[in-house]
Nanobody, 122 residues
Framework: QVQLVESGGGLVQPGGSLRLSCAAS????????MGWYRQAPGKQRELVTS???????NYADSVKGRFTISRDNAKDTVYLQMDSLKPGDTAVYYC????????????????WGQGTQVTVSS
């Protein structure tokens, strides 16, 4: 099992910044990609960004140039620096951990955090 604990959400004015953290703990070992998703009210959960264990990064077009993902493999923690925040960034942000080499019913083993609320409003 793996537990993911997010922190750092809150209320921020447009143009402001927040830094989210997601710390993983557990007893499963393997190559893993970590990522951030978000879900706004009435919308589907969407990928914000992801980072592989060797540092390959992917960003959604809507956050390119504003958000930065990073990870500390020694601490099994992933971070999301969010700058120039817009009201459209308001959502619950979830981190996940995907064990790319461990398949369950043909799907990579995936764990999710409980989510942290980010609200961008004046």
């Amino acid at each position: 099992q793996v537990q993911l604990v997010e922190s750092g959400g809150g209320l921020v004015q447009p143009g402001g910044s927040l830094r989210l953290s997601c710390a993983a703990s557990g007893n499963i070992f393997g190559t893993k990609t970590m990522g951030w998703y978000r879900q706004a009210p009435g919308k589907q959960r969407e990928l914000v960004t992801s980072i592989t264990e060797d540092g390959k990064i992917n960003y959604a077009d809507s956050v390119k140039g504003r958000f930065t993902i990073s990870r500390d493999n020694a601490k099994d923690t992933v971070y999301l620096q969010m700058d120039s925040l817009k009201p459209g960034d308001t959502a619950v942000y979830y981190c996940n951990q995907v064990f790319t080499s461990i398949l369950v019913d043909g799907t990579p083993l995936t764990y999710w955090g409980q989510g942290t609320q980010v609200t961008v409003s004046s």
